[in-house]
T-cell receptor, first 111, second 114 residues
Framework: TQLLEQSPQFLSIQEGENLTVYCNSS?????LQWYRQEPGEGPVLLVTVVTGGEVKKLKRLTFQFGDARKDSSLHITAAQPGDTGLYLC???????????FGKGTKLTVNP | NAGVTQTPKFQVLKTGQSMTLQCAQDMNHEYMSWYRQDPGMGLRLIHY???????DQGEVPNGYNVSRSTTEDFPLRLLSAAPSQTSVYFCASNLQGLGHTEAFFGQGTRLTVV
């Protein structure tokens, strides 16, 4: 059973379009993070959210943590080819230091 | 800024061979971890360490050993390689915050077992 479910698994869009990807769980998380991974590289941290309802913005990327701290979303405005990559959500639960990952959303932005 | 350094970047092993994947970090983080990444499976935790001398199992520990003699180094040993261990392996060094942990990853080791 996957603790963090990401959707969609694959997404291919044209440059300039908006998109939202989701990270859902039936469990409560003390924090959630979003990472971006490019081919041949390790994941790179984009953001951490820790408070239910929290919204963080990073240029054209908007991250939201659900009120119940069971889900998160990543919205990209006016996507660019440089946004292409694998987007992974990850979270920690309770007092555990262990970071669990979703399977990721593979985004392709076509010029 | 080196961050997390993994070696080698690529490796081919024969079934039954053993090897050690090296990982070193220069951020003075107490927490380090090893993941494997397989197509359609995401990142799965193999072993982790909360400090020198302390290690524990993750989700998929079978066939792997770790040790943590220093804060900087966290090697992963494959005892007797099997084709099922063909994967990309990532080492991470984690910054512990209040109620959360943030991972900084190496560039990965692509391992093929034939």
């Amino acid at each position: 059973t996957q603790l963090l479910e990401q959707s969609p698994q694959f997404l291919s869009i044209q440059e300039g379009e908006n998109l939202t990807v989701y990270c859902n769980s039936s469990s409560v998380f003390s924090s959630l993070q979003w990472y971006r991974q490019e081919p041949g590289e390790g994941p790179v941290l984009l953001v951490t959210v820790v408070t239910g309802g929290e919204v963080k913005k990073l240029k054209r990327l908007t991250f939201q943590f659900g009120d119940a701290r069971k889900d998160s979303s990543l919205h990209i405005t006016a996507a660019q080819p440089g946004d292409t990559g694998l987007y992974l959500c990850a979270g920690t639960q309770g007092g555990s230091e262990k970071l669990v990952f979703g399977k990721g959303t593979k985004l392709t932005v076509n010029p | 800024n080196a961050g997390v350094t993994q070696t080698p970047k690529f490796q081919v092993l024969k079934t039954g061979q053993s090897m050690t994947l090296q990982c070193a970090q220069d951020m003075n983080h107490e927490y380090m971890s090893w993941y494997r990444q397989d197509p359609g499976m995401g990142l799965r935790l193999i072993h982790y360490s909360v400090g020198a001398g302390i290690t524990d199992q993750g989700e998929v520990p079978n066939g792997y050993n770790v040790s943590r003699s220093t804060t900087e180094d966290f090697p992963l040993r494959l005892l007797s390689a099997a084709p099922s261990q063909t994967s990309v392996y990532f080492c991470a060094s984690n910054l512990q915050g209040l109620g959360h942990t943030e991972a900084f990853f190496g560039q990965g080791t692509r391992l093929t077992v034939v």
